[in-house]
């Protein structure tokens, strides 16, 4: 049981090394020939979809010198694009994205051109640490059509700051659309490194053949590849040092064609540790038009070369361009993760200042979470007031409405998405309890009134996932009957994920199927935490002491037959306690590894991870 009853009035990734080439290319490219395989995007709201309006606001993005609007209709990528006129000159719209990255480490960007008056000549930069670590910028020139750019600069220093920037044309209406800026760990992956046609293809290996860099025709920058297989598995390819863990994932895309009539195939591979720690392939047919493949790979154990590797049949001929690979999902976590700070939010007021408030707590929570890892924040509100139609914030009497309650919350996401570090995905999860107004209605409320609109407010944000939660208890006034019937209400009425945050008062830790407290069983509290939606689910229990983690075991255990509770990781309140001085609990690192144990002591309730681990304050 939690030790802060909600009262009631009258309630790049870290640690990759490689070595990179710095080089610049820009390419143009039709909407038809974009392929479907997405990147990994570190921006925010790339597409200009967190308008809300048309015009709307270009949320996320910084202006100098001039003024934006995002519009609907007739944007390459989803139903917005934005319109940028510079009204001075050095008028430009940029965002700074935090990094972790090392020297050699390289970045790409791309997006999406045109203009509404005829020709113009933006231009396109990426900075890191503000030019203090690395520099790209090209002139482009863009029409009345949407034209495709990219852009790649590599870094000569440690960065902890990546800038991508356009400079406009005065008084020129500018549209942008689909603005990506994606990690590059792959050295010449455009093979523009070249300066005489043919040249070589720097920075890759030939076995069984030979190859050459051609200028013109290019899908990408001015050079293409053309790789001639002279024997039995001759192949070209690229070795990148890097440190993978169990369970991460990469994914690279390449461009391919054929020069030669006859077409033929190739296959394109990774391999981790020359196929030691994984490996994933794919064939494709080749033809005379570019086209994209995307392959992915889940390291089966810590890693620290991988390979991407095209093969070719005899005397065909194999053309490439425009290779990527980046990390796109952080390693399984086998080991006590950085532990996240979750907030019991007691000091809202209603009044615009929660806004500011919220933004600075969000930004701090994004800038202590690390790359390489996953992360939950639970905001845990209170009991719902149906009647008033809001909310009574925990241990407190202090009632604000729901669109009171989603005003902070914004302002929280925008602040953490400011902050927010790559390859250091976070579920936001909004908490209320079973201990106010309990009802299918009220977990429809949830969902309506603040869950989904929050979620449409963040899905300009990537690297962000809404969810809702509920602190239900069998300490608290609802009983499990009602408790069930909220969450219905919430799954029925939403489709964001739910995050089970509630204790297993008087539940056994020794036996399934047991009773609990008031009239619970420990049946319920597996609907709960799983048996309702198994795919929607995840639990993050309150583990304060060892025994809650073995109770947890046993509700798992319960249901296994069916389906074993996903477990998210322990909640703590080692802090919050600290701070009430009237209470106890684990740290999270021994929460984290009671839990690990105590699941993993049966394999019918054994997960492979346990992503997080977070830790309850008091604001």
Request: glycine share 12%; net charge positive.
């Amino acid at each position: 049981m939690s030790a802060f009853r909600p009262g009631r009035p009258a309630r790049c990734l870290a640690g990759i090394v490689t070595v990179m080439m710095t080089f610049l290319s820009i390419a143009a490219l039709s909407p038809a020939q974009a392929m479907a395989a997405p990147d990994p995007n570190l921006l925010t709201n790339g597409s200009f979809e967190g308008a809300g309006s048309t015009p709307g606001p270009t949320v996320g993005w910084t202006l100098t010198k001039g003024n934006s609007a995002a519009y609907a209709g007739g944007g390459v990528d989803g139903g917005h694009y934005a319109d940028f006129v510079a009204t001075a000159g050095g008028g430009s719209m940029y965002q700074d994205i935090p990094v972790s990255a090392s020297a050699g480490q390289a970045f790409q960007a791309s997006v999406w051109i045109r203009s509404s008056v005829g020709t113009i000549r933006p231009t396109l930069a990426l900075f890191g640490n503000l030019n203090g670590t690395g520099r790209a910028a090209a002139v482009v020139t863009a029409g009345t059509t949407w034209r495709k750019f990219t852009l790649v600069m590599g870094l000569k220093a440690a960065t902890r700051t990546v800038r991508f920037q356009v400079f406009g044309v005065v008084n020129a209406h500018v549209n942008l659309d689909d603005a990506v800026l994606t990690f590059q760990l792959l050295a010449n992956s455009s093979f523009e490194a070249a300066s005489t046609n043919p040249a070589p293809t720097t920075g890759w290996t030939v076995r069984k053949g030979r190859s050459a860099a051609w200028r013109g025709g290019a899908q990408d920058g001015a050079y293409w590849a053309d790789f001639f297989p002279t024997g039995t598995g001759a192949s070209i390819y690229q070795d990148i040092a890097v440190t993978g863990e169990l369970g991460q994932t990469f994914q690279a895309t390449i461009w391919y064609r054929t020069t030669a009539s006859a077409g033929g195939s190739a296959t394109v591979a990774l391999f981790g540790d020359l196929a030691a720690t994984g490996t994933a392939s794919t064939t494709v047919t080749l033809a005379p038009t570019w086209r994209r493949v995307s392959i992915t790979i889940a390291l089966r154990g810590r890693t620290s070369t991988l390979r991407l590797q095209v093969y070719g049949a005899v005397n065909s001929h194999v053309n490439l361009d425009n290779a990527l690979l980046t990390p796109v999902g952080p390693a399984a976590q086998t080991a006590p993760p950085p532990i996240s700070t979750s907030r019991y939010l007691r000091d809202l007021t209603g009044a615009a200042g929660d806004a500011t408030i919220m933004r600075s707590r969000g930004a701090t929570d994004a800038s202590n979470n690390p790359s390489g890892h996953a992360f939950l924040q639970l905001l845990d509100i209170g009991g719902q007031d149906q009647l008033d139609g809001g909310v009574i914030l925990s241990a407190t009497s202090r009632f604000i409405s729901y669109q009171q309650l989603l005003a902070a919350l914004k302002a929280y996401v925008s602040g953490y998405a400011s902050r927010q570090l790559p390859g250091a995905p976070a579920l936001i999860a909004i908490g209320t309890n079973n201990d106010m107004d309990v009802s299918a209605a009220t977990g429809r409320d949830w969902a309506d009134r603040v869950v989904d609109p929050l979620m449409a407010y963040a899905a300009g944000y990537s690297g962000i996932t809404i969810a809702g939660a509920n602190d239900a208890e069998p300490g608290f006034r609802a009983g499990s009957a009602v408790s069930r019937a909220w969450l219905s209400g919430y799954l029925a009425a939403t489709t964001a994920k739910f995050v089970f945050n509630g204790s297993a008062d008087g539940c056994s830790w020794t036996a399934p199927n047991a009773t609990c407290n008031n009239g619970w069983r420990a049946s319920d509290l597996y609907w709960l935490g799983a048996g309702a939606a198994p795919a929607r689910i995840i639990t993050v229990p309150q583990i304060y002491n060892t025994t809650m983690a073995h109770q947890w075991s046993m509700i798992s255990l319960t249901g296994a037959a069916t389906a074993r509770i996903n477990f998210g990781g322990p909640l703590t309140e080692y802090t919050a306690c600290a701070q009430a001085g009237s209470c106890a609990s684990l740290v999270g690192n021994a929460a984290w590894g009671a839990l690990w144990s105590a699941i993993n002591a049966n394999p019918r309730t054994s997960q492979p991870s346990l992503p997080y681990s977070t830790d309850l304050r008091i604001n």
